[in-house]
C-alpha cells in the first residue's frame, strides 16, 4: 500500500475544489445519472442519509436482475446466464464502493452507525445469491458443457471462475449448511465493523502531552508539529504526540526520552488490548471460531487453507515455505543490528536492558555513525510535491501517461484530483490523493476505486476513478509537508497500484481481480524506482535552497540500503507467521490471543523481545477487518515477483526501458484477472519467477540458493499450526 506528487502548490492556484460546506441533501444522487465532469461520485452531493436507501434498491435491483436469469426457460448458455450474472447487480456495487472507501478514509458517526446495520443485510443479501440453487444450476450447466461450447479464453476463464466462485461460496451445500454459512457470514461482516471502529477509536483517544522540557533530540518540524497537534487540542503550551506513525515513529527515532519512548510505543502496542470497551481480543476468538467452522463446512481443515486453496501459492505448505526460507536469515541479520546497537546502547544506559522502544533511536544513531548519514539531513529533499511530480515523471517515461489537475466534486477539502492522460492523450481515469491524517481516516495507506473500469453496453471502455490515501507528516506554520524515506516509499507503493487499476482493460467484471498474493507486485515494483540515481535528481529538490540532491547524498543513500533489513523482514515475517498460525487452527478452542502470538513467535520460531511483529492480533486490521485474513503473506510472495519483473529491466540495459513497460502494461497491468497470475506473469517474463532477487535485495543472499521455482517446485516445508490452539 504505497505511492506520489510535485509542483501541487503550482497546481492548486490552478484547480480550487468544489466541495461544498454543505451537502444539498435533497434527491438521493444515487437514483439519478451523474452529470458530474469524468463520471466521477457527486460527493458534495452526496450524504449519510443517502446511502441505505441506496443499498436497499441495489439489492433490489439486484435480486430482480438474478430472478431473470433464473426464470429463463431457455437452455442455459454464456450470454443468458454466465455474462447476464456478470453485468447483474452493477448499481448496489458501485454504491458500495463509494460507501466502503469514504468510511475508511473519511468516517464519521453517521457512517460507523450506518455500517453495523448495513453489513449484515450486505452480507445477507450476497448468500441469497451465491447459495440460490437455481442460479447455480444453470452456471454449472454452462460450466459442464464449457468446452464444447465455442468460447475464447477470457469467457472460458469467466464460466470457471464463476462457477468456482459459488463453489467456494458453499453452492454444493445441503440446505441445513446453508443456514448456518448464512449466520456465519453475517456475524462475521458485523465483527469486523466493530473491530475496524475500535481500531479508530484506540487511535483518536490517546495523546501523549509533553512540556518543553521533555523534547531533547526531537528536531524542529517533529517539535512544531506536535505543537500545533496541542494547540488544536486546547493546550497550547504544550506537545502532543500521538499514535498516528507520523508522530509515533520520529518520537521513537529522535526522543532521547526513554521513558517517553516506553509510554508512546508501549500504547501503540497495546491498542484494543486494555480490557475496556474497544478491547478486540473477544472478536478475534470470535473471527477464528466463525472462520474455522466456515472452513469445515467447506471442506478445508482450516480457514487458512481455504483462503491460500484460491490463491497463486495453491497450499499453506508453500506459504510456509517460503515465509520460513527468509525467516531464519533474516532474524539471525536481526541480532547482528542489535549487537551493534547495543554498545551504543550501554554507552547511554550501562545497567539496562535493550527494549523495542529503543530500536529506532540506536538504529537511527548507528545509521549516522556507518554512513554520516540520518533521515533529517535527507527531509528537506522530499518536499511532498516534488516526490508527487517525481512519480508522475516516472510513469511517463515508462507508460508516456500524463497528469493534469482537474476541477471535481471532492469528499474531503484536503483531497486533490488530477485526470490521467494517456500517451495518445485519451482519456485513461481519474486519480485522488488525499496526503494527511484526521480523525475521521483509517491509519495505514491504500489505494482504491471510486469507479471501477468497465465497458458500456455499447462496447466502450468506463474509465475508473482512483483514490491514493495516505497518513503522512502534515506540514506546519514553519514547514512543508516532508516526507521520510518511508512516506516517500509508501506514495510509490500506492501509486504501483493506482497505475494497476488505471491500465485495466478487462472486458468482463468478473475478471477484474487478480490472485491476493499477486496483487501488491504492481505496487511493490514501483518501490524499486524510488531512490534510482536518475529518478531522484528529478524530484529529490532542497525545499528552501531549490539544490537537487547532490551526488555525495546519493552515493550515502545507495551504500546503507540494506541497513536494518534485518529488522524489517523480521518484523514483517513476523506478522505473516502469526497470521498463517492463527488462521491454520484446526479445531477451535477458546485462546488467549496474546498468548497465542507469544507460544507462536517466541517460543517456537525465537522472536527476540527487542523486536516485535509489526502487527499484535487486536489491531492486526489487515487480517480482521482489511480482507487479508491468512494473506499477510501476500506482501512477501509478491516480492518475489516484483523484484524479479525489475530485474528485467537491469538485465536490460535500461531501468526505464519503454518496450519491457509496454509489455508488462499490455501482459499484465491491462489484463485484471483475465488469466491466472503465474499464467500472465511468465508470458510477460518468458520463464517461471526467481527467488534470489528478493534475497539479495533484502541482503539475506547466501550460497546455495535455490533456484527453483516460486510456484512449480516449493519447498515442501511443515504447518507448525495444524493443531489446535490449546496444544500450543
Known amino acids: 500500500m504505497k505511492r506520489i506528487i510535485g509542483l501541487l502548490t503550482l497546481f492548486l492556484t490552478m484547480t480550487l475544489v468544489c466541495c461544498k460546506s454543505e451537502k444539498q441533501v435533497g434527491e438521493n444522487p444515487f437514483f439519478s445519472e451523474w452529470e458530474t465532469p469524468y463520471g466521477v461520485p457527486p460527493f458534495d452531493r452526496i450524504a449519510p442519509e443517502h446511502f441505505l436507501p441506496a443499498l436497499e434498491r441495489g439489492m433490489s435491483l439486484h435480486d430482480a436482475e438474478i430472478d431473470a436469469i433464473t426464470s429463463n426457460n431457455d437452455d442455459p448458455s454464456f450470454e443468458n446466464t454466465i455474462l447476464a450474472y456478470d453485468n447483474s447487480g452493477?448499481?448496489?456495487?458501485q454504491v458500495e464502493l463509494i460507501f466502503e472507501m469514504l468510511c475508511a478514509a473519511e468516517n464519521?458517526?453517521?457512517?460507523?452507525?450506518?455500517?453495523?446495520?448495513?453489513a449484515p443485510l450486505l452480507a445477507a443479501h450476497a448468500d441469497r445469491i451465491r447459495l440460490n440453487g437455481k442460479l447455480f444450476e444453470r452456471v454449472k450447466a454452462v460450466y459442464d458443457r464449457r468446452a464444447a461450447m465455442d468460447l475464447d479464453a477470457e469467457q472460458l476463464r469467466l464460466v470457471e471462475k464463476t462457477y468456482r466462485s459459488f463453489v467456494r461460496a458453499g453452492a454444493l451445500l445441503d440446505a441445513e449448511r446453508k443456514a448456518r454459512l448464512k449466520e456465519i457470514n453475517e456475524a462475521l461482516s458485523l465483527a469486523a465493523v466493530h473491530f475496524g471502529n475500535n481500531i479508530r477509536a484506540e487511535n483518536n483517544n490517546f495523546v501523549m502531552m509533553l512540556s518543553s522540557d521533555e523534547l531533547d533530540g526531537l528536531p524542529a518540524n517533529v517539535r512544531d508539529l506536535a505543537r500545533e497537534t496541542a494547540a488544536k487540542l486546547g493546550k497550547k503550551d504544550r506537545y502532543a504526540f500521538t499514535l498516528q506513525k507520523s508522530s509515533l515513529i520520529p518520537f521513537l527515532t529522535y526522543s532521547s526520552r526513554r521513558d517517553r519512548r516506553e509510554e508512546l510505543y508501549k500504547a501503540y502496542l497495546n491498542r484494543c488490548n486494555n480490557g475496556d470497551e474497544y478491547d478486540n481480543k473477544q472478536l478475534i476468538n470470535d473471527f477464528i471460531r466463525l472462520r474455522t467452522e466456515k472452513a469445515h463446512l467447506l471442506g478445508y481443515p482450516s480457514y487458512a487453507a481455504y483462503v491460500v486453496d484460491d490463491e497463486m501459492a495453491r497450499t499453506t505448505d508453500a506459504v510456509y515455505a517460503l515465509l520460513d526460507e527468509v525467516w531464519e536469515p533474516a532474524l539471525e541479520r536481526a541480532k547482528g543490528e542489535l549487537a551493534e546497537m547495543e554498545e551504543l546502547f550501554r554507552k547511554d544506559v550501562p545497567e539496562g536492558e535493550f527494549a523495542s522502544w529503543d530500536w529506532w533511536y540506536y538504529a537511527e544513531k548507528l545509521r549516522k555513525q556507518k554512513y554520516a548519514l540520518d533521515e533529517e539531513m535527507?527531509?528537506?529533499?522530499?518536499l511532498l510535491e516534488n516526490v508527487q511530480m517525481g512519480i508522475f515523471f516516472l510513469a511517463n517515461r515508462l507508460y508516456g501517461i500524463t497528469f493534469r489537475p482537474v476541477v471535481v466534486p471532492l469528499y474531503h477539502p484536503e483531497a486533490v484530483a488530477y485526470e490521467v492522460l494517456d500517451a495518445d492523450e485519451s482519456h485513461l481515469g481519474i486519480l485522488y490523493f488525499d496526503f494527511f491524517p484526521r480523525d475521521g481516516k483509517s491509519q495505514g495507506?491504500?489505494?482504491g476505486n471510486y469507479v471501477e473500469q468497465t465497458f458500456d453496453?455499447?462496447?466502450?471502455?468506463?474509465a475508473p476513478?482512483?483514490?491514493?490515501v495516505c497518513n503522512f507528516t502534515r506540514p506546519t506554520s514553519n514547514t512543508p509537508a516532508l516526507l521520510t524515506l518511508d512516506e516517500t516509499e509508501t506514495l510509490f507503493h500506492e501509486f504501483g497500484h493506482a497505475l494497476h487499476f488505471l491500465f485495466h482493460n478487462v472486458r468482463y467484471r468478473g475478471l477484474s481481480e487478480v490472485e491476493g498474493d499477486f496483487v501488491e507486485m504492481p505496487s511493490q515494483l514501483m518501490e524499486n524506482w524510488a531512490f534510482e540515481p536518475d529518478v531522484l535528481k528529478q524530484y529529490a529538490v532542497h525545499y528552501r535552497s531549490n539544490e537537487v540532491i547532490p551526488d555525495y547524498l546519493i552515493e550515502k543513500l545507495r551504500r546503507s540500503r540494506l541497513f536494518n533489513q534485518g529488522f524489517m523482514t523480521t518484523?514483517?515475517?513476523a506478522a505473516s507467521l502469526s497470521d498463517m498460525d492463527i488462521h491454520s487452527i484446526g479445531e477451535y478452542e477458546e485462546f488467549d490471543p496474546m498468548a497465542f502470538e507469544r507460544r507462536a513467535l517466541t517460543e517456537r520460531r525465537g522472536l527476540i523481545p527487542q523486536i516485535e511483529p509489526r502487527y499484535h492480533y487486536p489491531y492486526f486490521s489487515h487480517i480482521f477487518d482489511g480482507g487479508y485474513a491468512a494473506g499477510y503473506y501476500f506482501y512477501t510472495w509478491a516480492a518475489v515477483l516484483d523484484?524479479?519483473?525489475?530485474?528485467?529491466?537491469?538485465?536490460?540495459?535500461d531501468l526505464y526501458n519503454r518496450q519491457i513497460a509496454d509489455s508488462l502494461r499490455r501482459k499484465v497491468l491491462a489484463r485484471g484477472g483475465s488469466a491466472d497470475g503465474m499464467t500472465l506473469y511468465r508470458d510477460f517474463r518468458g520463464k517461471d519467477p526467481d527467488k534470489r532477487p528478493m534475497l539479495r535485495s533484502r541482503g539475506l543472499w547466501s550460497d546455495p540458493v535455490p533456484a527453483d521455482s516460486l510456484s512449480v517446485n516449493p519447498v515442501a516445508g511443515k504447518n507448525p499450526a495444524a493443531t489446535p490452539a490449546s496444544q500450543r
Do not use: N, T
Not at 90 to 93: I, N
Not at 378 to 382: A, D, K, N, Q
Not at 465 to 468: E, R
Open 378 to 382: 535527507l527531509r528537506p529533499y522530499f
Open 90 to 93: 452493477k448499481m448496489l456495487s
Open 108 to 118: 464519521s458517526p453517521e457512517l460507523e452507525k450506518l455500517q453495523v446495520e448495513a
Open 465 to 468: 476513478v482512483v483514490s491514493i
Open 445 to 447: 495507506a491504500w489505494c
Open 643 to 653: 523484484k524479479d519483473v525489475f530485474e528485467a529491466f537491469r538485465e536490460s540495459g
Open 457 to 462: 453496453e455499447e462496447g466502450h471502455r468506463v
Open 571 to 573: 518484523e514483517l515475517i
